[in-house]
């Protein structure tokens, strides 16, 4: 596969919306029911692939408790999918599911989250991710944890691992704690994607 065409597999496969709902269903003390959504932005806003992201609990979708901007780089045989915070993520909320919304997100309502990038590379015919380094800080509960993320991405399915570990112990304080979040995707959104060269 071609620098481009892995990059652009890529987009492909993840441009939809996913849900966990057989994962919840099935063990729901275990598991709450989520949604996460990839809608792709327009080519302008990075000159090439780009998405804004949502993810939700199924019984709130207007209050998502993660969203982002990624912009996609090709790098060989790898592709880096660098991560964007919302200056002011609420006035987005729904954006996922609303293209008025998805709309009003420009590049100067985004600024870059350094050392938070996910690295992707085909294996055994799916796409593996994992956070660059463990640098990606975040505050949670008063302590400061660097994220530990680990994706798996089909055609139709996304499986991802989130786990915050303390800085200096390394003993985990939020995240997964069984196995991983497993979804399947609901709706595609691979038509709205740019054309890329």
Request: include cysteine; glycine fraction near 6%; hydrophobic fraction near 35%.
């Amino acid at each position: 596969m071609s620098d481009n065409q892995l990059m652009l597999t890529l987009a492909q496969w993840l441009a939809g919306h996913f849900s966990n709902q057989k994962q919840a269903f099935s063990s729901p003390k275990d598991y709450p029911h989520i949604r996460v959504f990839f809608r792709p932005l327009p080519f302008d806003f990075f000159a090439g692939i780009g998405f804004y992201s949502e993810q939700v609990y199924d019984y709130d979708l207007w209050s998502p408790y993660r969203q982002g901007v990624h912009r996609f780089v090709s790098q060989g045989e790898e592709v880096y999918v660098e991560n964007y915070a919302l200056k002011d993520p609420m006035l987005y909320a729904g954006a996922a599911r609303e293209l008025e919304i998805l709309k009003t997100i420009t590049p100067a309502c985004i600024e870059r989250r350094y050392n938070c990038s996910m690295i992707f590379q085909w294996q055994n015919n799916l796409f593996r991710g994992r956070v660059e380094g463990n640098n990606c800080l975040i505050e949670r509960n008063g302590l400061q944890t660097y994220l530990v993320s680990q994706v798996e991405l089909t055609e139709t399915t996304f499986a991802s691992l989130d786990r915050g570990l303390e800085i200096n112990t390394h003993q985990q304080v939020w995240g997964t704690t069984g196995e991983a979040l497993r979804f399947e995707k609901v709706q595609n959104y691979q038509s709205e994607l740019p054309e890329v060269e």
